[in-house]
């Protein structure tokens, strides 16, 4: 029979199909000696950039912190610590500050990190305009000097209160180095030669990015060799290398993983508040039309939100409980204003939230005149002109949003008010934002500095015009508070005026803070222990904190 | 028309046809709205400097093209400048140079990331295409072979459910199955900072690390061609002249290799042309599943980040491919049936 002769042929061809993607049985090889101990992470991103002058991601920062040392480091309460320097001494006036450099600090290439590599540092991040955001936290230098090997000098042109905050980000980099880099906004920084406790090994851009520790830091000496942070593209595989002991630890996941992971036997699921603390708002459009922005501004806003009583009825009928356990599943913090509680001792933890109650929003808007007259469901204003409908925008890359939206819909329609849902991309959801202020609600969010200087600034009349001011509001009182916090250097009094600040925009319902996302980590508890887990504060299991702390099960 | 001809012919349809490309792929991406210096750097509290250093290093300074400073038709501009001068020449003056600019989001050139991950896609759903293509024609033949009986619809519901899988699910209960019962890497090109003692090693991991995204693309695309196959197959088993050959004693074996399979496989060029076009777009869906580096993947991104230049690189990579394979298939058919020269 043919057919004889053509089954052999599709056999072959099968065998040969199976042969060529047949499973090697063989391990992988080990990386480097067999004592080496090494930490796998599993993260969904990768960074950006190598260049600190460049990087946006919080990955790239992440590689930043094992690889470079800076002045100051941010601890996971919130608070800051001295590293490169052993010292510091501010002149009375607080404009002259002299840091003393601890000794033994070496690039990876074995020269030594002296005072003229800081100098060098401050005055590059300053001076590049082809470094967009660094040049932001030099602001206020006027002079940076290193006048011997061990001191280095700051001058500002101000007393300014975070100093701190401004130094952490400013990585030191070798001056014999970036010196010669030509043009520092293209420049890769491949070899990213540093002087922290780990030095890089290998970067495949969106694959892995693999450290080795030095054992030659002055402050800080890692149990672990080697740390690979491996990048996985679907939630739903990064979950599942940890199951499988692929990774020993994962720096997100997906919350609907977080309920049959804690179950598992080995791993533990860690949350809390995030190191880069980030914060969900529904912004309601308050720019009084003397206040609207000449040229850019169309403030078209409804003049229901302008009123403050609508905006406390809304308030009263959101429930935030709710919206966290939907939207989130049950893993985020009620929000309050701006300031997240990601910001320890800034974050005003005395207020009390507005109470939810569909009843109360009720009477709030029946007293101010807000009546349904023609039976429809929806509230007019007070002389009738037009109901209380809002228009709600949202941008169409959040992942929250859409879920939100609909529920807002569900619960200020107890109260008798209609929203109009519409999804935009960003570019167009800011040209209806601001400076323009055409919009009624929108629903978008920030991610916050360790200083809250810049989210409180958003709300002051000043901002209006620049589009950072998202409501349009405007409040003498505010402005002159933002202005002192700014100036004083007394932190116990700062931290009472940025208080005092919180109170008034809660007070004003300027905007709704649904909640402050947690942060969802997991990692093997057969592999290492003693993660730093977020009773101090903040969670971040890959910060340096962590992968100094941790050792091997034995 | 003479063969050299109707060569002649298709090329220059597909040298206008990538020109065309390159015009439109400038523009495609300079009528969205939007500032693509401040696109994907959403940060406030860039300065304006900041905003125009960014402007000058990518090019965005400069008018779009002689009258119009952007392609916003309210906003004009200068008429009378060298036209050299617009971005649009650079642009093409650039490609023409072989350079496709930098990426926004990476600050690394286009040209040499779109290579690193064009050869991961190659390597990827080159070693998926074929397999499907030999595994789909071989059971096409035999499902065609042994019309209406077992074998037959035993294929036939075999390749209607593979092909009409969806491909993502597949992946990740395929990634479960496989990184949980036998220990196969979850995602990724290589075991990430593994270090390896011979070249061989290498490859094997690699190839470890492609087994479970290439048996997924198999399957589906398996589904495709066998029922292709099957179909042409079987029109032409019907024809007659093969009943001549049959009359004649030839073997079954002797009409489906000499005269039934190369008329049969004019649908099946058709389809694998347009499949290797597309190849070089990678499997979004299988890329981002096993975090397999592709290309797919990186368009993927680059539209999430509004990363222009990669995209266009991206676009034109992908257009230049599916034409060549156009080109190339248009070619075959002149060689498989030489009626097509013809018409």
Same mark, same amino acid.
């Given at each position: 029979?043919?057919?004889?002769k ?9 065998l ?5 993607? *047949?499973?090697?049985?063989?391990? *992988?090889?080990?990386?480097?000696? *067999?004592e ?5 992470? #599993? ?17 790239? =920062? ?104 401004q ?9 014999h ?9 293209e ?5 990213m ?10 970067? *495949? ?19 672990i060799n ?18 499988t ?8 996941? $997906? ?8 179950n ?8 809390? $508040?995030?190191?880069?603390?980030s ?17 850019? #501004?169309?403030c ?5 939100l302008?009123d ?15 919206l ?25 933890d ?25 039976g ?17 925008? =949202? ?20 109260? #008798? ?10 570019d ?16 978008? #969010? ?40 700014g ?9 009472e ?8 925009v809660f007070?004003?319902v ?8 947690q942060?969802v980590?997991? =990692?093997?508890?057969?592999?290492f ?20 702390a ?5 | ?7 002649l ?22 009528v ?6 401040r ?16 402007? @000058?290093? %990518? ?29 649009? %020449? ?10 496709l ?11 040499? %990331? ?12 080159? /070693? ?9 024609? /071989? ?5 065609a ?10 294929? &036939? ?10 491909? !993502? ?6 990634? !479960?199955?496989?990184s949980?019962?036998f ?12 270090? !390896? /003692? ?5 490859w094997?991991d690699v ?24 179909s ?7 024809e ?11 073997r ?5 290799k ?25 499997a ?10 592709? &290309? ?11 990363? %222009? ?10 257009? !230049? ?7 190339? /298939? ?9 009626? @097509?020269?013809?018409?």
């Open positions: 029979m043919p057919l004889k053509f089954f052999p042929l599709l056999v072959i061809l099968l040969l199909a199976a042969c060529a993607s *047949a499973p090697q049985a063989t391990e *992988a090889p080990p990386g480097g000696e *067999a080496s101990v090494i930490l796998k992470v #599993g993260w969904a991103g990768s960074p950006d950039t190598l260049n600190p002058g460049t990087a946006v991601l919080t990955e790239a =920062y992440t590689a930043f912190e094992l690889v470079y040392d800076s002045m100051y480091q941010l601890n996971l309460d919130g608070t800051y610590s001295l590293e490169l320097a052993e010292s510091v001494n501010v002149s009375d006036d607080g404009t002259v500050w002299t840091f003393t450099i601890r000794e033994g600090f070496t690039f990876h290439d074995g020269e030594p990190l002296t005072a003229g590599d800081i100098a060098f540092s401050y005055n590059f991040y300053a001076s590049n305009p082809d470094f967009p955001f660094l040049p932001v936290y030099t602001g206020y230098f006027a002079s940076v000097e290193a006048p011997d090997d061990r001191t280095v000098v700051i001058t500002l042109s101000q007393a300014i209160p975070n100093m701190e905050s130094l952490i980000f400013l990585y030191v980099l070798p001056e180095i970036w010196s010669q880099v030509a043009t520092p906004g420049y890769e920084n491949a070899e030669i540093g002087s922290g406790p780990f030095k890089l090994v290998e970067y *495949a851009p969106d694959e892995f990015i693999h450290f080795a520790a030095t054992g030659q830091h002055p402050l800080y000496s890692p149990k080697e740390a690979v942070f491996q990048r996985f593209e679907n939630q739903d595989a990064l979950v599942q290398a940890l199951r002991g692929q990774v020993d630890m994962i720096t997100e996941m $997906p919350n609907t993983a977080v309920a049959s992971l804690r598992e036997a080995d791993i533990a699921v860690v949350n809390g $508040p995030s190191f880069y603390p914060v969900a708002d529904v912004i309601f459009n308050v720019v009084e039309p003397e206040n609207c922005p000449p040229g850019d #501004g169309v078209s806003g409804h003049p229901a302008r403050r009583q609508v905006r406390l009825a809304l308030a009263h009928a959101t429930d935030k409980q709710k966290i356990d939907v939207v989130l599943l049950g893993l985020g913090d009620p929000g309050l204003t701006l300031i997240p509680n990601g910001l320890g001792p800034f974050y005003n005395s207020l009390v939230d507005y109470e939810y109650n569909a009843a109360t929003a009720n009477s709030i808007l029946d007293e101010a005149g807000y009546a349904d007259t023609d429809d469901g929806v509230r007019e204003m007070p002389d009738g002109s037009q109901p209380l409908l809002f228009r709600m925008n =949202y941008p169409d890359d959040s992942t929250t949003a859409p879920r939100m939206s609909e529920l807002l819909k569900e619960m200020w329609a107890e109260a #008798g008010v209609a929203v109009e849902i519409q999804a935009l991309d960003p167009t959801l800011t040209s209806v934002c601001c400076p323009a202020f055409d919009f009624d609600v929108i629903l978008w #969010g920030w991610g916050s500095d360790p200083d809250p200087g810049f989210l409180l600034s958003v709300m002051t009349s000043a901002e209006i015009t620049t589009g950072n001011s998202e409501t349009g509001y405007s409040n003498p009182t505010y402005d002159e508070l933002y202005d002192q916090q100036v004083e250097l007394d932190m116990e009094k700062r931290i005026i940025v208080w005092e600040m919180q109170r008034i007070e004003d300027l905007y709704i803070i649904p909640f402050y996302e942060t980590q997991a =990692y093997r508890t057969d592999r222990t003693g993660w730093l887990t977020g009773d101090a504060g903040k969670l971040a299991l890959e910060d340096l904190s962590s992968l100094i941790i050792e091997p099960v034995k | 028309l003479s063969r050299s001809r109707y060569i012919q298709k090329f220059a349809w597909a040298v206008f046809t990538i020109a065309f490309v390159i015009v439109l792929n400038f523009f495609l991406f300079r969205l709205p939007g500032d693509p210096a696109a994907g750097i959403r940060d406030p509290r860039l300065t304006q400097e900041a905003v125009e250093a960014i402007r @000058v290093r %990518f090019g965005l300074d400069k008018p779009v093209i002689n009258c119009f400073q952007s392609l916003n038709p309210l906003e004009t501009g200068d008429c009378f400048i060298n036209p050299f001068e617009t971005q649009f %020449f650079i642009y093409v003056g650039n490609l023409l140079r072989g350079d600019g930098i990426s926004y989001d990476t600050n690394r050139p286009v040209k040499d %990331f779109l290579i690193a991950r064009l050869w991961n896609t190659i390597l990827l759903i080159g /070693a998926g295409q074929i397999l499907a293509i030999i595994l789909g024609m /071989a059971l096409g033949i035999l499902a072979y042994r019309a209406r009986t077992a074998i037959d619809y035993a294929a &036939l519901l075999t390749s209607l459910l593979a092909w009409s899988l969806p491909t !993502f699910w597949l992946g990740i209960i395929l990634l !479960f199955i496989g949980s019962r220990g196969l890497p979850i995602g990724g090109r290589e075991t990430a900072g593994g270090s !390896f /003692a011979t070249v061989w090693q290498e094997a190839g470890r690390h492609m087994l479970l995204p290439t048996l997924t693309y198999t399957i589906v695309f398996m589904g495709e061609y066998m029922l292709i196959m099957r042409a197959l079987l029109d032409v088993l019907s007659d002249y093969i009943l001549t050959a049959r009359a004649k004693g030839l079954t074996f002797q009409i489906l000499d005269h039934a399979l190369k008329n049969a496989m004019l649908p099946m060029v058709t389809l694998i042309a347009i499949n290797l076009g597309f190849t070089v777009a990678g979004v869906q299988i890329e981002t599943v096993f975090s397999w580096p592709g &290309l797919g993947g990186a368009i993927y991104e680059a539209v999430g980040r509004r990363d %222009f230049p990669v995209l266009q690189g991206a676009f034109l990579l992908v257009a !230049f491919s599916v034409i060549l394979a156009n080109l190339i /298939a248009d070619l075959t058919y002149s060689y498989l049936d030489p009626r @097509v020269q013809a018409e």
